[in-house]
């Protein structure tokens, strides 16, 4: 009897695994039967490039989610390093112009403010998601304020060839700096003992510490890396639209978030891996644009998105062990 | 004794309401294999968690090779030579089995900044080797059974072995409790083998197994080591009495107050089964009985009992309470009905921590203590303060947090819970696990009020020998079918191997 449950289990737990994928081919294939200039090369460039700065985001927020925590600083974090790195290459705001360092720049201050963020909330104790919202919006407060709530040109060409514009191979630099950041991030997880922590921490935090991991410092600099991660999305996105401006990020988050959870990374932590998060990307970005081609209003695809944020937290939630849903 | 590997002077330690650890001292000499025995409560846990640096002692020192050392994370015990296998697991089931054995001290595979995976895999396979463990070491130990799980948390202690230079002390936290007599003889020739290079410290239950492998034995009680004798020289019964400080009779299950079950049948089930956890499970329960359900986890009897209260569904088959046919789609239904539940897990799912003694006491009856829509504190607190008095709950007021009290004290406030609501059938699961011996021997005397009273009461025992002792009859479970019902009379009490052969 036993063995037979087991056996069950494991089953259930590969589907559970592979669900992801089989539900980005499945919509692949449904709209590109309706509409099949789906499968055009011009599409994928334009799927592909609508999908680099949430893939870039959403490596950040695997990690936090991986580790059992959240983070919903990402709109003003990346707001806030695109305002930065708009002003800091050639544009009608302010004299500074140091071209490319801007991209480092940008990274580094994401870096910081998901140090800050890390600490907030480590420190003061202060649950995840309270610190991130907190700094989230402070981001985009300052932001405006820096702004006095115009935008910012930027005239730098060359930054936004080299982080958007221009292309490799027909494909976009966007796109590719986006498969760099996965990459990097893929690494992370796999083969350094970040990465390792994370997965134990957010599995069993007293274990975790049982076993000699430094739960704070880890939690810190797991905030930090995110960051990072937020902050080249700052640059990417100002160099995508040529501007700078306090709601360069608007709906990010959300984005974000949907992505993971449907790629099959648990909320609860220690279950995922970013490669669920591009597989989860993907799924967002093909559905919103079968949903284009198929011409559905923008505020139905909006709708759609939460309805499938919902299923996916459903379908990946082993309820029959749950007693108590908070 | 020349200096000890490892030796503590004059420890104790405090938590709030508990004096876990009263001036202890130890020591474990070079290549010995030291027991460490008590009830469930004595400190034995404590006293390895602050050898272990999860707890800090609030005075006293620790030293190793006769130096004074902090011990103040688990990594520096590490470091400083101590390794500990945990009780409740430590394995992380997300992570792969050599991801387990290396957690926390991954450095010495890391070759700029990256770790490296065949290293790492051939280092974790050298170490499932010492445990005769063949399994893959990147498999996820999601995958694996439970008592391979225990193998791989005791490789990852054993791993110390050749990670540290010098001699080792490895602390095994009841390693045994879940395996076999295969594993356990394996487990101790590794012991055995590994003498020669590090000292052990053995926590178990087992009497047995602890007089067999161990050189000397600490017994401990409420926090002091009570003695220290060698083990050849000491008996499983010797051991026993040290360790509840009495001597053991028949008295302590309250025997004599057995009654003779009422020919009254209150619950009938006939036919019961779910899918993956039990099947055809048919019985009587009569009135002011104990009837027992023996089994080892796995045996169904969790689920059954879960079941009977309405927390699970049973999938086909018939419950009658008192002659009347029921379905209990949730707990409320099964405690409407008259059925109650005290559940293992007693912090988690018996009492609401935070809530006081009283609101606890009467959470499962609370419409009798509401009149036009509010609560009527005065009625709660006299009833609270009757229960209080009738069941001896060290508590300083009906008003104190529940969360507060005792192992012992908080069992007994879930027992007035049940008994306000004026349950006829009560499933006790596991009643008296981890709390202190006088507790224990208090709620074996409420299971007998109760059953004087004519409560019927099913219960899943800690130990057999609780099983034996306070049942009429005994059901036992084997993979979810009941394999055998025994009659358990006063004086005539089945022996455990009667039951044993049925349950594996």
């Given amino acids: 009897m036993a063995a037979i449950a087991v056996e069950r289990g494991q089953m259930l737990g590969h589907w559970r695994r592979w669900a992801p994928v089989a539900v980005l081919l499945g919509l692949c294939l449904v709209v590109g039967l309706i509409n099949p200039s789906f499968f055009s090369f011009g599409n994928a460039v334009r799927m592909l490039n609508t999908a680099a700065i949430p893939l870039v985001v959403c490596m950040g927020a695997t990690f936090v989610i991986l580790m059992g925590s959240i983070d919903l600083s990402v709109e003003g974090t990346i707001a806030l390093c695109a305002v930065a790195a708009s002003m800091l290459v050639t544009n009608d705001l302010t004299g500074v112009t140091i071209g490319l360092w801007s991209v480092p720049a940008a990274i580094l201050l994401g870096g910081a403010l998901g140090l800050l963020n890390g600490l907030v909330h480590v420190k003061l104790r202060i649950p995840s998601f309270m610190a991130t919202l907190g700094i989230g919006f402070a981001g985009i407060g300052i932001a405006t304020a820096i702004l006095g709530g115009v935008m910012v040109r930027i005239a730098d060409t060359d930054f936004r060839n080299w982080l958007s514009l221009g292309r490799l191979f027909g494909i976009p630099a966007a796109v590719w700096i986006a498969g760099i950041a996965v990459l990097a991030a893929w690494v992370i997880q796999e083969r350094t003992r970040i990465g390792r922590w994370i997965y134990a921490i957010g599995t069993d935090e007293q274990t975790a510490r049982n076993s000699g991991i430094p739960v704070e410092r880890t939690r810190i600099l797991i905030f930090g890396v995110a960051g990072l991660f937020y902050g080249l999305a700052g640059a990417l996105s100002a160099a995508q639209i040529g501007r700078g401006h306090a709601l360069i990020a608007q709906d990010r988050l959300f984005t974000a978030i949907t992505a993971v959870v449907v790629g099959g990374t648990a909320l609860s932590g220690g279950v995922g891996s970013v490669l669920n998060s591009v597989i989860g990307v993907f799924i967002v970005i093909v559905l919103a644009n079968g949903m284009v081609l198929m011409g559905i209003e923008p505020y139905v695809q909006k709708g759609v998105q939460g309805i499938l944020i919902i299923a996916a937290v459903a379908l990946a939630l082993d309820r029959s062990r749950l007693d108590v849903v908070k | ?504």
């Avoid at chain 2, 063949?134 to 791989?152: E, Y």
């Avoid at chain 2, 020919?263 to 009587?284: C, I, K, M, T």
């Avoid at chain 2, 009985?289 to 059954?304: F, H, K, P, T």
């Fill in chain 2, 1 to 504: 004794m020349s200096v000890p590997v490892l030796e503590i002077r004059g420890v104790s330690k405090s938590f709030p309401g508990v004096k876990a650890l009263d001036d202890v001292s130890f020591a474990i000499a070079r290549g010995e294999v030291v027991g460490l025995i008590g009830e469930n409560g004595a400190g034995k846990s404590t006293l390895l968690k602050i050898l272990n640096g999860v707890y800090q002692p609030d005075s006293g020192e620790i030293l190793v090779d006769g130096r004074s050392v902090s011990v103040a994370s688990p990594r520096q015990a590490f470091d400083s030579g101590i390794a500990m296998v945990f009780q409740e697991q430590s394995i992380l089931p997300t992570l792969t089995v050599a991801e387990n054995i290396f957690l926390g001290r991954e450095e010495e595979f890391i070759r700029f900044g990256l770790i490296s995976r065949s290293r790492m895999h051939a280092a974790a396979a050298e170490e499932l080797r010492k445990v005769h463990l063949d399994i893959d070491p990147g498999m996820r130990c999601a995958d694996l059974a439970f008592a391979a799980r225990q193998m791989v948390e005791i490789a990852k202690a054993l791993s110390l072995n050749s990670r540290i230079k010098g001699h080792v002390t490895i602390l095994l936290d009841e390693p045994t409790s879940v395996l076999e007599q295969k594993e356990v003889d394996l487990l101790f020739r590794i012991i055995r083998d590994l003498r020669d290079r590090a000292s052990f410290v053995f926590i178990s239950h087992r009497l047995e197994e602890v007089l067999d492998i161990s050189d000397r034995v600490y017994v401990m009680r409420d926090g002091k080591v009570v003695k220290e004798l060698s083990a050849r020289s000491a008996s499983v019964k010797d051991l026993h009495q040290l360790m509840v400080g009495r001597q053991l009779h028949h008295e302590y299950y309250r025997e004599a107050r057995q009654v003779p079950p009422s020919p009254a049948v209150v619950l009938a089930a006939e036919g019961l089964s779910r899918h993956g956890a039990f099947h055809d499970v048919s019985f009587d329960l009569h009135e002011g009985e104990v009837l027992g359900i023996a089994g080892v986890v796995g045996s169904g009897r969790e689920d059954l009992a879960r079941c009977l209260a309405g927390h699970r569904r049973p999938d086909s088959g018939t419950l009658h309470i008192a002659g009347a046919a029921v379905r209990f789609a949730a707990p409320h239904e099964a405690a409407g009905a008259g059925v109650g539940l005290v559940p293992a897990e007693r912090k988690v799912e018996g009492l609401v921590a935070p809530f006081s003694v009283a609101e606890n006491m009467t959470l499962a009856a609370l419409p009798r203590f509401v009149s036009h829509g509010a609560i009527r504190f005065a009625a709660e607190l006299g009833v609270a303060r009757d229960w209080i008095e009738r069941l001896k709950i060290k508590t300083p007021s009906p008003d104190t947090m529940v969360g507060s009290l005792s192992g012992g004290n908080q069992q007994k406030v879930v027992l007035a819970k049940w008994r306000i609501a004026g349950v006829r059938v009560l499933i006790l699961d596991h009643p008296t696990r981890g709390i202190d011996v006088g507790a224990k021997e208090d709620v074996y005397d409420l299971i007998r009020d109760m059953t004087a009273e004519g409560l019927a009461v099913i219960l899943l025992g800690d130990t057999l020998e609780e099983v034996i002792g306070l049942s009429s009859r005994i059901l036992v479970m084997r993979d979810g079918a009941i394999t055998a019902r025994l009659d358990a009379p006063p004086g005539g009490k089945p022996r455990q191997v009667d039951i044993l052969r049925h349950m594996v």
